[in-house]
């Protein structure tokens, strides 16, 4: 897609533009050790989540009170549903005959599969998005680590909340037990700031690791106060980094020859891009396996997406055919206003199910954790933006 298409796929989405009105529904380093390729993790590490069942229409029983879900009966073999008789809550279930149970059981999940369910199975209300959120693999410990899928958080956009969704998708992942490397590739170091680090004074960051041959990827790297996440700061020295790449040969995947040495040492590496499609975007872009656009719910935000997509498109073809886009992540969305919903309704038909299921919405609490130098997580960990990003993860880790 080229760039005046931008304009063409906004206009052509059918959305009509409204002011924005509130209606009354409201809104709701530590040391890494360099590591040899390990086996890939049990593929039964993760097990879908069972939808919660509607209430029998005869009975009026639902759930149990410990929230677990029962199970839709199998059909028979005239290929009508098989009642099933709750009986009393004191009632133990009548154990099912050998060869109906076999039956019921699912099969055993392809070499590689991290969850049972199919990728897309949806169920539920329709979320923010307007459709059903796909089901999510309830998420496990892993047996062992690496290699690292590293993704790019990429928008040319600056203020969509790609800093922000950075920072806390890394924290929400390595609460499941992934060990997350996070990148500053931007001169501003907001990702450097936000996690309490003062990159202004550090000797060595992103910039040296890069350009400097005597830099050791473990002279740079940073323990932070979230256990299993780390960080390669950075500061204003990587604005000149562009205009010295220009003479370096092989210049696109020096982040990749930097990034070499600990890849097998983590199970993600996320690189906070700085907003433009310079030669520092493009290094990202080189060495990641996929990359989450960041789009604030906002109609400014959508100029531009499809010259990210033609930049996306291009380094795919002539420099990393591996590259793809993971997923549109939606930020600064206020369900209270026609204008967040329409934006999010043009994006859905741009993109399909690439977007995420998951929305950030807009809070005060971002600011604050800022200010904390921590992620939102752990500063406010029963929030709803918390959850938002757990949530996110979850998506991440299910592919």
Partial sequence: MSAPDDAEWIVASGAARQEWAADDGGVTGSDVPITQPTEPADPTAFRPAIPEQPADPATGATDDAAGESSVDPAPSADGSAAATDLGSPGDAPAPAPAADQAASEPAAAPAGLLFDEPVGARGGEPGPTGRPPRLRPEVRPLTSHGPARIIAMCNQKGGVGKTTSTLNLGAAL???????????????????????????????????????????????????????????????????????????????????????????????????????????TVNALACAHGVIMPVAAEFFSLRGVALLVDTVDKVKDRINPDLRVDGVLVTMFD???????????????????????????RTVKFPETTVAGEPITSYAPTSAAAQAFRSLAREVIAG
């Fill in 335 to 361: 369900g209270r206003t026609v204008h967040a919903r329409d934006v999010v309704a043009m994006l859905v038909q741009r993109f399909g199910d690439q977007v995420y299921d998951t929305v950030i919405s």
């Fill in 174 to 280: 390595a609460e499941y037990g992934r060990r997350v490397l996070l990148v500053d590739l931007d001169p501003q170091g907001a990702l450097s700031a936000g996690l309490g680090v003062p990159s202004h004074e550090l000797e060595r960051t992103v910039y040296n690791l890069m350009l400097e041959r005597q830099t050791a990827i473990t002279d740079v790297l940073m323990p932070t106060r979230v256990p299993g996440m780390d960080l390669i700061p950075a500061n204003i020295d990587l604005s000149a980094a562009e205009v010295q790449l220009i003479n370096e040969v092989g210049r696109e995947h020096t982040l990749a020859r930097a990034l070499r040495p600990v890849v097998h040492a983590y199970d993600y590496i996320l690189v906070d891009c700085q907003p433009s499609l310079g030669l520092l």
